[in-house]
C-alpha cells in the first residue's frame, strides 16, 4: 500500500489561526507505520521547514526539532525505526501561532518555531554592556529581534559593566547603537519607545560574587516576581581574561530559579591547546555544555549558512566536490581598517587567533565536511570534527606574516596605535596553507588568508577548478578553469566563472559568469540579519547549530598551536611590512606560487 503522508507536514492556516502538525514518519491507509521509502535522513530543527522525520532520525533529534516548533513528536521514539506499533490515522496536534503582525517576515519558519519561546519570559544580562562588542553588536541585534517581534513577549534587558551608569545613562547609550535596519524603519521610532523601557543597568564586578547576588536580587524581586518562571541570558561580551569568573559568578550567583540558564561565550576561547585545555575545565566545572553557546558570528553570516545548502541540496556540485575535480580552495577576509582603539585586545591576540583559527576555520570545516546524517546540531558538528581532525597541524614555514605601516601621512601604522608596544610582532596579516589527509581532499591546498588595513573589505570563498582533460579547445587567456566563488560580504553573491564562446562570427572564447546577485535575485536580501541576531535567536530556542563545540576548538587548536609557538618564538623573523590601504604583502603571493595559485585581488 503506498503511504499517504510520507513525512510530516506542518501547514500555517492564516484564517483559522492555528498548525497542524503531522507527526507520522509515514502513514498507510490502515494508519500504520511502515519503513519510509527514502534512506536520506531528516531531521530539520532549523529554519526552513517544519521538522521531517524518517528511521535516521534520532529520537533526541526528533525531540528537539519539535520542541523548536512548540510540538512533540507523536511517539518519543518517532525515528527509531520500522517495527512501530499502529499509530492513529490522523496523528495531528494542534498548536496556537501569531502569525506575523507586520509585512517583513525575518523568517517564516523562525516565526513558527519561535512560538513556543516567545510565550517564555526571558532575563537578557549583557556583561561589558558599556564595550565595543555589545555597542555595535549585541543591543542592535537585540532590538532588532525585538522590533521584528521575536524576542519573548515578556523580556528584560540588563547591562552589566564596571563603569557607573544610571539606568537613564544605559538607554541613552542603547539608542547611540540603535538603529532601524529595515528600509523604511516602518514604526521604528514608536518600537523603541517601547524597547527601552524595558532596559536596565547594574553596575558590579566581573570578578565579585556580591555583584552577581545583587543582579540576582534586583531580578528575584523586580521582573520575576510577576514572571516567576523566567529564563536567564547571559551574554558575556568581555575580554576573556574575566571570562572564567564571570561564569563562576554566574553559576553561583546567578542562575534561573525557575527556568534555563544559558550563558554566551564570545572568542577567543583560550590562547592556544594548553590555556583553551584549561578553559574548557574551568567552564565545564561550573556551567554545563548545554548551558555553554560558544559563539563564532561568522557561522550565522547569510553566505555561510548557505553553504550546506549549496553542496548538499543541489545535484550539481557534490560529484565536483574533491580532489578529483578541484585544483584548489581560497578563503579569504580583508578589513579595510586597522585595529582602530583595539589594540589592548588585538595585540594579544594577532589576526591567526582573531579571524583564522575561528571564523575562516568553521568556513573550511562547512566546505569540506561529509555531508551529516541529519541537519541537526550533533550530526552538523560531528562532521565538521571529523574534518578538523584530518587536518595537517600547521608550521610556520606555512605561513606568511605581516604588520601594516602607515602609507601616508593620513593613515596610521600598527605600532602607532594606541596601546601597541613599539616592539610589537603581532600579525594583522597572515595567509596559509592548509591540507586535508583524507580521501576526498589529498593533495588539495587550502588557501586562507586574514588582514586588517587592506585595500576594500571583503570576505569570499573561491573554488577553483581543474582544467579540461584533453585539448579539445585552445586554452584561453586565464579563463580555462572554472571558478565557484561565494563573497560572504559585502554584497553578497555566488557566482560561477566558465568559459564561453564570444557571440558572433567569432569562435573566440572568453570568462563569463553566471551570477546569483543576492541584490538582484533575492527581495528578501534587503533585509538580512545581522549574523548576531540570528545567533541570540538561536540561543533563546536553544538551537546549537551555529555554536561551536568543545571538540571543535580542541581540533582547531591543535591545528594551529604549533605554527603559532614557531612564530611567536622571539628567535623567528619579524613580520614582512605592509602598507595601509594595499592588497597586502608580496611573502603572500610567494606562498600562493608555491601552490600554482594566485590570489584573487
Ligand atoms: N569588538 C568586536 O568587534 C568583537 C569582539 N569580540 C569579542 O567580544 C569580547 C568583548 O570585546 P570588546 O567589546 O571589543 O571588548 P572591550 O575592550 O570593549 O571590553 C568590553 C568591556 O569589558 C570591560 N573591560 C575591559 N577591559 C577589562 C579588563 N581588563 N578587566 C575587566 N573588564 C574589562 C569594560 O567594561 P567596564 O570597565 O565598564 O566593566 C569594557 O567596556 C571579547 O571577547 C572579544 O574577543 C568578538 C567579535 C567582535
Ligand atoms: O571577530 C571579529 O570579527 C570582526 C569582523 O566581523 P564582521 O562581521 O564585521 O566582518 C573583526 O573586525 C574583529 O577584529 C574580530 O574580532
Not at 39 to 59: D, K
Not at 280 to 305: G, M
Not at 423 to 440: E, G, K, M, Q, Y
Request: aromatic share 10%.
Amino acid at each position: 500500500m503506498p503511504p499517504r503522508a510520507r513525512f510530516a507536514s506542518l501547514n500555517f492556516h492564516p484564517r483559522r489561526r492555528f498548525a497542524r502538525v503531522c507527526l507520522s514518519a509515514s502513514v498507510s491507509r490502515h494508519g500504520v507505520r511502515q519503513q519510509p521509502a527514502s534512506p536520506a535522513a531528516l531531521c530539520v530543527s532549523h529554519r526552513a521547514e517544519p521538522p521531517r522525520f524518517n528511521a535516521n532520525t534520532s529520537p533526541r533529534c526528533a525531540r528537539r526539532a519539535c520542541a523548536a516548533y512548540g510540538c512533540r513528536p507523536a511517539n518519543k521514539n518517532a525515528a527509531n525505526g520500522p517495527a512501530e506499533a499502529p499509530q492513529p490515522a490522523h496523528p495531528f496536534h494542534t498548536l496556537t501561532i501569531d502569525p506575523p503582525d507586520h509585512g517583513l517576515a525575518l523568517m517564516d519558519s523562525v516565526h513558527l518555531r519561535n512560538a513556543k519561546v516567545r510565550g517564555e519570559p526571558v532575563a537578557i544580562i549583557v556583561l561589558g554592556a558599556s564595550g565595543d562588542l555589545a555597542k555595535k553588536k549585541t543591543f542592535p541585534a537585540i532590538f532588532s529581534l525585538f522590533y521584528h517581534g521575536l524576542l519573548p513577549t515578556h523580556f528584560v534587558l540588563y547591562g552589566f559593566a564596571r563603569s557607573p551608569m544610571s539606568d537613564d545613562q544605559f538607554r541613552e547609550l542603547i539608542l547611540d547603537t540603535l538603529s532601524c535596519r529595515v528600509i523604511d524603519g516602518e514604526r521604528c521610532q514608536e518600537k523603541m519607545n517601547h524597547f527601552l523601557p524595558q532596559c536596565f543597568y547594574h553596575q558590579g564586578d566581573y570578578y565579585d560574587a556580591t555583584s552577581f547576588g545583587n543582579l540576582n536580587d534586583v531580578l528575584t524581586h523586580g521582573f520575576e516576581m510577576e514572571h516567576p518562571k523566567t529564563n536567564r541570558l547571559f551574554y558575556l561580551a568581555i575580554p576573556p581574561k574575566v571570562f572564567e569568573a564571570s561564569c563562576s559568578n554566574i553559576s553561583i550567583n546567578g542562575r534561573a530559579h525557575n527556568g534555563w540558564t544559558r550563558v554566551v561565550v564570545e572568542k577567543p576561547f583560550g590562547h592556544d591547546l594548553p590555556s583553551y585545555r584549561d578553559l574548557r575545565s574551568s567552564l565545564a566545572s561550573v556551567l554545563t555544555e548545554e548551558e555553554t553557546f560558544r559563539i563564532d558570528h561568522f557561522l550565522a553570516k547569510e553566505l555561510v549558512q548557505n553553504l550546506m545548502t549549496l553542496r548538499f541540496a543541489n545535484v550539481i556540485f557534490e560529484p565536483l566536490w574533491n580532489r578529483h575535480h578541484i585544483k584548489s580552495v581560497q578563503i579569504t577576509f580583508k578589513e579595510h581598517f586597522g585595529v582602530e582603539g583595539r589594540a589592548g585586545y588585538f595585540d594579544h591576540v594577532g589576526i591567526i587567533r582573531d579571524i583564522m583559527q575561528n571564523h575562516l576555520l568553521q568556513i573550511l570545516s562547512l566546505l569540506a565536511m561529509e555531508p551529516p546524517v541529519t541537519l541537526c546540531a550533533e550530526d552538523i558538528r560531528d562532521e565538521k570534527v571529523k574534518v578538523l581532525r584530518a587536518i595537517q597541524p600547521l608550521k610556520a614555514s606555512d605561513f606568511a606574516t605581516a604588520q601594516y605601516a602607515a602609507k601616508d601621512s593620513r593613515s596610521k601604522g600598527y605600532l602607532e596605535d594606541d596601546g601597541v608596544p613599539q616592539d610589537s610582532r603581532t600579525p594583522t596579516f597572515a595567509s596559509c596553507v592548509l591540507h586535508i589527509n583524507n580521501a576526498r581532499w589529498d593533495g588539495v591546498p587550502f588557501l586562507m588568508r586574514a588582514g586588517k588595513a587592506l585595500d576594500e573589505r571583503k570576505t569570499e570563498i573561491r573554488i577553483q577548478f581543474k582544467h579540461v582533460p584533453g585539448a579539445l579547445f585552445p586554452v584561453t587567456n586565464g579563463a580555462e578553469h572554472n571558478e565557484l566563488v561565494i563573497r560572504v560580504q559585502p554584497d553578497e553573491a555566488i557566482y560561477m566563472k566558465i568559459v564561453s564562446k564570444v557571440p558572433g562570427l567569432t569562435s573566440r572564447m572568453e570568462e563569463a559568469r553566471l551570477n546569483l546577485f543576492y541584490r538582484h535575485a533575492w527581495e528578501e536580501s534587503k533585509d538580512i540579519p545581522d549574523a548576531y541576531e540570528r545567533l541570540i535567536l538561536d540561543v533563546i530556542q536553544g538551537e546549537k547549530s551555529l555554536f561551536i563545540r568543545d571538540d571543535e576548538l580542541e581540533a582547531a587548536w591543535t591545528i594551529f598551536t604549533p605554527a603559532l609557538e614557531e612564530l611567536e618564538d622571539r628567535s623567528a623573523p619579524m613580520p614582512e611590512v605592509y602598507h595601509y590601504g594595499t592588497t597586502g604583502p608580496t611573502g603572500s603571493d610567494v606562498l600562493a606560487e608555491k601552490y600554482d595559485v594566485h590570489w584573487s585581488n
